[in-house]
Protein backbone atom coordinates (compact mmCIF):
# COMPACT_ATOMS: atom_id res chain seq x y z
CA UNK A 1 0.00 0.00 0.00
CA UNK A 2 1.64 3.40 -1.03
CA UNK A 3 1.48 6.74 0.93
CA UNK A 4 0.02 9.69 -0.87
CA UNK A 5 -0.15 13.64 0.32
CA UNK A 6 -4.32 14.38 0.65
CA UNK A 7 -3.19 17.84 -0.33
CA UNK A 8 -1.91 16.77 -3.44
CA UNK A 9 -4.46 14.37 -4.27
CA UNK A 10 -8.04 15.75 -3.04
CA UNK A 11 -9.30 18.79 -4.40
CA UNK A 12 -9.00 22.14 -1.59
CA UNK A 13 -12.90 21.97 -0.34
CA UNK A 14 -12.98 17.94 -0.15
CA UNK A 15 -9.50 17.69 1.73
CA UNK A 16 -11.58 20.94 4.35
CA UNK A 17 -14.38 18.40 4.88
CA UNK A 18 -12.12 15.29 5.66
CA UNK A 19 -10.44 17.39 7.65
CA UNK A 20 -14.02 17.88 9.86
CA UNK A 21 -13.70 14.51 10.33
CA UNK A 22 -9.76 13.14 11.02
CA UNK A 23 -6.42 15.29 11.06
CA UNK A 24 -3.36 14.04 11.01
CA UNK A 25 -3.88 10.46 10.87
CA UNK A 26 -3.60 7.88 8.47
CA UNK A 27 -6.92 6.53 6.83
CA UNK A 28 -7.38 3.81 4.78
CA UNK A 29 -9.42 4.48 1.73
CA UNK A 30 -10.64 1.02 0.25
CA UNK A 31 -11.12 0.16 -3.61
CA UNK A 32 -14.78 -0.12 -4.56
CA UNK A 33 -16.48 -3.81 -5.02
CA UNK A 34 -16.46 -3.79 -8.47
CA UNK A 35 -12.72 -3.29 -8.54
CA UNK A 36 -11.16 -6.23 -6.66
CA UNK A 37 -9.82 -9.31 -8.79
CA UNK A 38 -10.55 -12.33 -8.01
CA UNK A 39 -7.45 -14.89 -7.02
CA UNK A 40 -5.08 -15.51 -9.85
CA UNK A 41 -6.89 -12.94 -12.41
CA UNK A 42 -3.89 -10.31 -12.51
CA UNK A 43 -0.83 -12.69 -12.28
CA UNK A 44 -2.59 -15.45 -14.67
CA UNK A 45 -2.02 -18.26 -11.62
CA UNK A 46 -5.29 -19.57 -11.73
CA UNK A 47 -5.35 -20.52 -15.13
CA UNK A 48 -1.73 -21.82 -14.76
CA UNK A 49 -2.96 -24.55 -11.92
CA UNK A 50 -5.73 -25.44 -13.79
CA UNK A 51 -3.89 -26.31 -16.22
CA UNK A 52 -1.46 -27.92 -14.24
CA UNK A 53 -4.47 -29.66 -12.82
CA UNK A 54 -5.74 -30.75 -15.86
CA UNK A 55 -2.05 -32.40 -17.05
CA UNK A 56 -2.15 -34.06 -13.29
CA UNK A 57 -5.79 -35.87 -14.00
CA UNK A 58 -4.62 -37.03 -17.53
CA UNK A 59 -1.51 -38.65 -16.54
CA UNK A 60 -2.79 -40.42 -13.99
CA UNK A 61 -5.80 -41.83 -16.04
CA UNK A 62 -2.76 -43.06 -18.11
CA UNK A 63 -1.16 -45.28 -16.04
CA UNK A 64 1.27 -42.83 -14.00
CA UNK A 65 1.09 -43.59 -10.18
CA UNK A 66 0.46 -40.98 -7.54
CA UNK A 67 3.53 -40.98 -6.11
CA UNK A 68 5.02 -40.48 -9.27
CA UNK A 69 3.37 -37.58 -9.98
CA UNK A 70 3.68 -35.88 -6.26
CA UNK A 71 7.03 -35.94 -6.65
CA UNK A 72 7.15 -35.02 -10.73
CA UNK A 73 5.10 -31.83 -9.79
CA UNK A 74 6.47 -31.03 -6.25
CA UNK A 75 2.92 -32.24 -4.41
CA UNK A 76 2.43 -34.55 -1.64
CA UNK A 77 0.40 -37.59 -2.49
CA UNK A 78 -2.47 -36.03 -0.68
CA UNK A 79 -2.78 -33.05 -2.55
CA UNK A 80 -2.68 -35.35 -5.81
CA UNK A 81 -5.58 -37.21 -4.50
CA UNK A 82 -7.09 -33.64 -4.11
CA UNK A 83 -6.79 -33.10 -7.39
CA UNK A 84 -7.28 -36.36 -9.42
CA UNK A 85 -10.68 -37.09 -7.44
CA UNK A 86 -12.07 -33.44 -7.45
CA UNK A 87 -15.05 -33.49 -9.03
CA UNK A 88 -15.59 -30.60 -11.44
Known amino acids: MKYSKAEI ?6 LRIIQEYVQGELVY ?3 PK ?3 LKWGEKTHSKSR ?3 R ?4 K ?3 HN ?5 ELAERY ?11 YKKN
Request: with cysteine; hydrophobic share 45%; proline share 5%.
Open 53 to 56: NAEI
Open 9 to 14: IFPEEL
Open 29 to 31: IPK
Open 34 to 36: EAH
Open 74 to 84: FLSCESIKKII
Open 63 to 67: GVSIS
Open 58 to 60: SLF
Open 49 to 51: VSA
